[in-house]
């Protein structure tokens, strides 16, 4: 039983696809604007700047621009839906998910999670990244002349998107502007990498020499782990070799280890996967998540929890019944009184 629960924990855990086949069923690509929004919105609403500024450093208030907090969530999911492809984002996650465990599974690889961002500067730059611009603007309180005077003066400056005070301008003001806010967006994507390779450098030094002997110390005890259901076999398999003198006892000897060991694993992996929800569920509500993402990365864990439960269901349910039918043989022979002598 032991085996094959270390086996499943080994072979399982190290499949990228199990991971990246749970991601999709819990639906996460379907909702991704939807539940970006309400984690900012979430945010915002826990900023101990935004709801007491005297706590804060000026730096740390400029952090989080208090206009922003007005902005409802399903505001943000649409600015969102304009600037981030839903398809561009699960091809890079799946690429992240799959070099992770490219350096898992090969010591002396290096770790590097590359993502393009191409797609994501020419929709910041171009069509999308105007209109998800005016949605936000939309969804602020209307300028004042002084704050009109600063947000055309910060277009026409190229400024920082993070550095402009924004308001919602009248639709007159948004028309002699919208070239001037173009070449703000269009500036602010070109200075953007095309991917992350030099924001995410392979560790060196001390944490890259740990990092290997992580990979090593993983592979080794992935390799006890595929041999371990071979291991009891072996001893099942002598101890056969030692006692079994005909067909009739080797059924025995083998139907009642195998139908125990089918049933046990079955209901400890029906009970662990219970007990891993509950302590993931719990650990999970410790962090701060709105409660939509949080519902998300539960069925996530649910899903690969699943994954790995079903797995082990299958091969228990394959030993169990191995182990009945070596037993159905042998009442079968027993009834009728002729045991197959062996040479």
Request: net charge negative.
């Amino acid at each position: 039983m032991t085996a094959l629960v270390v086996y499943n924990i080994f072979n399982q855990a190290f499949d990228s696809e199990i991971y990246k086949q749970s991601i999709n069923r819990a639906g996460i690509y379907d909702h991704l604007t939807d539940l970006l929004g309400e984690q900012l919105v979430f945010q915002l609403s826990h900023n101990t700047c935004l709801q007491n500024p005297t706590s804060c450093t000026e730096e740390q208030q400029k952090t989080t621009p208090a206009y922003l907090a007005n902005v409802d969530a399903s505001e943000w999911s649409t600015v969102f839906s304009y600037v981030i492809d839903e398809t561009w984002l699960k091809t890079e996650l799946e690429s992240v998910i799959d070099q992770f465990f490219t350096f898992l599974n090969h010591p002396g690889q290096p770790l590097m999670l590359n993502i393009s961002l191409l797609e994501l500067k020419s929709r910041l730059g171009g069509e999308d990244g105007y209109q998800a611009f005016r949605s936000l603007l939309n969804s602020l309180e209307p300028c004042t002349t002084g704050d009109l005077l600063n947000l055309t003066k910060s277009a026409l400056e190229n400024a920082n998107l993070s550095r402009i005070q924004l308001c919602r301008p009248d639709e007159s003001v948004m028309i002699f502007g919208e070239s001037a806010i173009r070449g703000m967006l269009k500036a602010t994507a070109d200075n953007l990498p095309d991917d992350t390779s030099e924001l995410i450098k392979p560790p060196s030094g001390h944490v890259g020499d740990s990092l290997v002997v992580a990979q090593k110390t993983i592979r080794i005890l992935r390799l006890a782990a595929l041999i371990s259901p071979g291991i009891p076999l072996v001893f099942l398999l002598i101890i056969s070799l030692l006692v079994v003198r005909n067909f009739k006892s080797l059924f025995i000897w083998w139907g009642i280890p195998l139908t125990v060991t089918g049933a046990l694993t079955a209901l400890s992996a029906l009970l662990a996967s219970q007990i891993l929800n509950s302590l993931l569920l719990d650990s999970i509500d410790t962090v701060g998540l709105a409660p939509g993402l949080l519902k998300t990365i539960r069925s996530i864990f649910m899903e690969i929890v699943a994954s790995f439960r079903d797995a082990l269901l299958i091969q228990s349910g394959i030993v169990f019944a191995l182990g009945l039918a070596m037993l159905f043989l042998y009442l079968l022979i027993k009834s009728r009184g002729k045991p197959i002598v062996t040479e």
